[in-house]
């Protein structure tokens, strides 16, 4: 019975969350395909600062650190998250 009671409460929370959340507007195509660009600068720099921490040639580490760095920069370029 204390199981039933609960799950009906929390169904009634997260209803009441739905209706209280403002509406956002849908994203348009450009805030998608700026996002979707921040997102695999993102996940090219994690790569990269993985594989700089496995890496032993210096030439090797050399070019993984150039690309971060550019990567960080093509970040900062990008305008702020909500902003677009």
């Known amino acids: 019975m ?6 009906k409460s929390i169904e009634a929370q997260q209803e009441e969350a739905s209706r ?4 956002r507007p849908a ?4 805030e998608l395909a700026l996002e ?3 997102r695999a600068l993102e996940l090219t ?11 032993s040639a210096a030439a ?4 993984l650190e150039q690309a971060i760095a550019s990567l960080e920069e093509q ?10």
């Open 20 to 23: 209280s959340a403002p509406a």
């Open 75 to 84: 970040l900062k370029e990008l305008p702020p998250r909500g902003t677009a």
């Open 2 to 7: 204390a199981r039933g009671w609960e799950s």
């Open 60 to 63: 090797h580490r050399q070019m």
């Open 45 to 55: 720099r994690a790569r990269a600062l993985a594989d700089l921490g496995r890496a």
């Open 36 to 38: 979707q660009r921040r």
């Open 27 to 30: 994203p348009s195509a450009a």
